[in-house]
């Protein structure tokens, strides 16, 4: 039973325009919520988070946006740059536990 | 600063051997975590330290997994008598508890096992 999924494996988009990445989560007792990029060869660079007391954070390009009553977080690039390329994975975890991961959604931004 | 290291890189193991992988976490932080990652998938959850107290080991797949943090600080998996099921990218993470219980975990590299 997965408790955080990323429905999308895959997403294409034109340099400038903006990023939608999402995920869904099952667990209502989850309150805090990460997004993470990786490259291939490397570990998951951590990129914003957010607490379930907010519904919005934003950190330059990068916005996340929680939806508890959906328990459905997204993830707004804007504007999307090649080297945003990457695969992204959504994290959850309850206080300070571990984190539970989605399958990540592979991002390719075309030039 | 200096980050996660994770040691070595790349193991290949015949099945059957014994594998230790290393982690050298960030300088300070008091939380220690291992995750495995195979393919395709998002990784997941196997052991986590606080300092040297080993709190959660749920996540070991079985008893031939065995973690160890003597003096809160490097950490190191340990694997007995490997099965080609082992086969994954082993990564480490390490947080700093922040006010409120926000932290972030900051992951190594990975070490990348192989069973023939």
């Known amino acids: 039973d997965q408790q955080v999924k990323q429905n999308s494996p895959s997403l294409s988009v034109q340099e400038g325009r903006i990023s939608i990445l999402n995920c869904d989560y099952t667990n209502s007792m989850f309150d805090y919520f990460l997004w993470y990029k990786k490259y291939p060869a490397e570990g998951p660079t951590f990129l914003i988070s957010i607490s379930s007391i907010k519904d919005k954070n934003e950190d330059g390009r990068f916005t996340v946006f929680l939806n508890k009553s959906a328990k459905h977080l997204s993830l707004h690039i804007v504007p999307s740059q090649p080297g945003d390329s990457a695969v992204y994975f959504c994290?959850?975890?309850?206080?300070?536990?571990?984190?539970?991961f989605g399958k990540g959604t592979r991002l390719s931004v075309i030039a | 600063g200096a980050g996660v290291s994770q040691s070595p890189r790349y193991k290949v193991a015949k099945r059957g051997q014994d594998v230790a992988l290393r982690c050298d976490p960030i300088?300070?932080?008091?939380?220690l975590f291992w995750y495995q990652q195979a393919l395709g998938q998002g990784p997941e959850f196997l052991t986590y330290f606080q300092n040297e107290a080993q709190l959660d080991k749920s996540g070991l797949p079985s008893d031939r997994f065995f973690a160890e943090r003597p003096e809160g600080s490097v950490s190191t998996l340990k694997i007995q008598r490997t099965q080609q099921e082992d086969s994954a990218v082993y990564l480490c993470a390490s947080s700093l508890i922040r006010d409120r219980g926000l932290y972030e975990q900051y992951f190594g590299p990975g070490t990348r096992l192989t069973v023939t």
């Open positions: 994290a959850a975890s309850v206080g300070n536990t571990p984190l539970v």
């Open positions: 300088s300070g932080h008091v939380s």
